[in-house]
């Protein structure tokens, strides 16, 4: 009998400890959490009792990877949070699960980089806003410093590609259907290549991090954003830029707005926080934000890793 | 090596307050998901290991398949049903603990079930025997039965626990691996190796060993005793 009832502690101990837990499952109480380790906020702490406390104060922003992997989001968003009170959560991935987030009525807001699923996304009838592009930078070309394929000193990306596709040192595709897969799939097309069954073309289904590491593994080429790149340099001996800025390689970002009315979502009952996702768009358009837009990265790595676009 | 083990010292003790949030999040996720499957899980188990009826064996190789089911399929399933426009989205769980939990007790009760169906299988005939002989009550048989395999069913929940917690498919797809909220030591590690942080990625690791064996130590210890 002894061992039975102490069998029965351990269910109740394990459920006790669950039903705790379970208590504290408050999400409002959580931003207390993030305080501490973000320092622009500590730094508003001071006016703390000034800034507003909104009426839903989370917001949902699903984006890509590179805008969070790069640490512009981590460097932006304390500051905007500092000032509204609210608190972004960001879901990031590649712009393709982003957007399905976003379908699913799991987003307030996107910021993504893919100009067709953008347009779909508007044209599908999900959209509250139209593509608000307000800042750039350039996909670059990477790969082993050798530079097999010789694409140093061609005019343009498509070039490049075509050179790439007569060698077979190897390309490694995101394969993820994310802004940047898409762009290098238009890439392609506009050589007029089909690289998808070729033994050279290595489609990884993963994030611009992890696809960046198999690259360097490889010693392969492969189509990046510049932030993330230079973000993880030190990580990847084996790469460097071998072809930038481009003009068919330019890399917009847009925000958009979700509309829980849109057609899309067919009716169905979803709940959107426009007024915080607003809120953001517009704090993302400020001259504030662009000031810290613009600022970021010259201290790291020499040069600003996004350009604001010309309003 | 070392410089990994003293990464992981200055995680843990070097104030760095999300780690211990992720700690807490993963832990109060891994608590909850062994619970619920093991309340679900053992009982069905231990009816179907000691009855006999039509249609027995075809759900025992149901369970035993489902308990094959890849995490990122349940994740899949889950995210479905329970996203906004989703037939449970009303019940707003998307991205968040809730969710993840229900994610892995669809993909641990199936282990709960057939692990625990197992261990009534094999000592429940010669228990219903005596237990028939000795003229007890069918409830004093099935408490003898649970003496009998108290063990075993430690050994089915710390399977259910170390399932949870090393599990990353399904909780980064539900969970959607956010900050300060739904980020767990698993999606926290997939998160740094992909930055291509290594050792900070191997460092969190470490941590999760170290949290898998202070569970797993007093268990076994009990199993031990209970044997």
């Known amino acids: ?311 | 090596m070392n410089e990994t083990i003293r990464e992981a010292a200055g995680l843990l003790f070097g104030g760095d307050n999300e780690l211990w949030q992720i700690i807490f999040t993963t832990l109060r996720m891994s608590l909850m998901s062994t619970a619920v499957s093991s309340i679900l899980g053992i009982p069905l188990g231990i009816l179907i290991g000691r009855r006999q009826f039509p249609g027995r064996g075809l759900l025992l190789r149901v369970f035993h398949t489902l308990m094959g089911l890849p995490p990122v399929l349940a994740g899949l399933i889950v995210f479905i049903l329970f996203r906004s426009i989703g037939p449970f989205g009303r019940l707003k769980l998307m991205f968040s603990v809730a969710v993840m939990v229900i994610a892995q007790v669809l993909l641990i009760t199936p282990v709960t079930v057939s692990l625990s169906a197992s261990a009534a299988e094999a000592k429940s005939p010669l228990l219903h025997e005596t237990a028939r002989g000795l003229g007890l009550s069918r409830a004093k048989e099935v408490r003898l039965l649970l003496r009998e395999c108290a063990g075993q069913l430690v050994s089915v929940v710390l399977m259910a626990f170390g399932r949870s917690i090393a599990e990353v498919g399904a909780v980064s797809l539900v969970g959607g691996n956010i900050q300060y909220k739904t980020r767990v030591m698993t999606t926290a590690i997939l998160l740094e190796a992909n930055r291509g942080d290594f050792t900070r990625a191997l460092a969190v690791g470490v941590v999760l060993m170290l949290l898998a064996l202070l569970v797993n130590v007093p268990a076994y210890t009990l199993q031990e005793k209970l044997r």
Not at chain 1, 17 to 23: D, I, P, S
Not at chain 1, 208 to 229: H, Q, V
Request: proline residues 5%; negative net charge.
């Open chain 1, 1 to 311: 009998m002894k061992k039975f009832i102490s069998l029965l502690l351990v269910f109740a101990l394990v459920f006790a400890f669950a039903a705790c837990a379970g208590k504290t499952e408050d999400p409002s109480t959580e931003p207390a959490a993030s305080d501490g380790t973000s320092e622009p906020v500590s730094e508003a702490e001071p006016s703390a009792s000034e800034v507003p406390s909104p009426e839903n104060p989370v917001i949902r922003l699903a984006t890509t990877t590179s805008v969070n992997d790069s640490g512009l989001l981590p460097y932006l968003l304390p500051a905007f949070e500092a000032k509204t009170g609210y608190k972004v959560e960001v879901a990031s991935a590649g712009t393709g699960i982003a957007i399905g987030y976003a379908k699913s009525g799991d987003a307030d807001l996107l910021l993504v980089h893919s100009k067709k699923q953008e347009e779909a996304f508007i044209e599908e009838g999900y959209a509250s806003t139209e593509r608000l592009s307000f800042m750039y930078n350039y996909f670059v070309i990477v790969g082993p410093e050798a530079d097999p394929a010789g694409i140093k000193d061609l005019a343009s990306a498509a070039d490049c590609f075509t050179a790439i596709s007569k060698v077979d040192t190897g390309f490694v595709s995101r394969g993820d259907n994310s802004g940047t897969h898409n762009k290098e799939t238009g890439i392609w097309e506009t050589a007029g290549i089909d690289p998808t069954a070729e033994s050279w073309y290595q489609s990884v289904g993963s994030g611009m991090g992890d696809t960046l590491i198999k690259t360097n593994e490889m010693s392969a080429y492969t189509l990046t954003d510049k932030a993330t790149f230079l973000s993880m340099k030190d990580k990847l001996p084996n790469l460097v830029i071998l072809k930038e800025e481009a003009d068919d390689m330019k890399n917009t970002y847009s925000l958009l707005g979700v509309d829980p009315k849109g057609a899309g979502f067919k009716g169905a009952e979803i709940t959107v926080n426009t007024e915080g996702a607003n809120a953001l768009i517009e704090w993302m358009l400020s001259d504030e934000a662009a000031d810290l837009i613009a600022k970021y990265g010259v201290e790291q790595y020499g040069e600003p890793l996004f350009f604001l676009l010309e309003k």
